[in-house]
């Protein structure tokens, strides 16, 4: 249960930042 929140977070993570790769592509 740890090992998937803390996988869950990361995932989160990896999104945002791929997410804030692309807009900033876009400006």
């Known amino acids: 249960m ?3 929140a803390v996988y869950f977070v990361r995932v989160l ?3 945002k930042a791929a997410g804030l790769c692309i807009f900033a592509r876009i400006l």
Request: charged fraction near 0%; proline fraction near 0%.
């Open 2 to 4: 740890y090992f998937a």
């Open 13 to 15: 993570q990896y999104l």
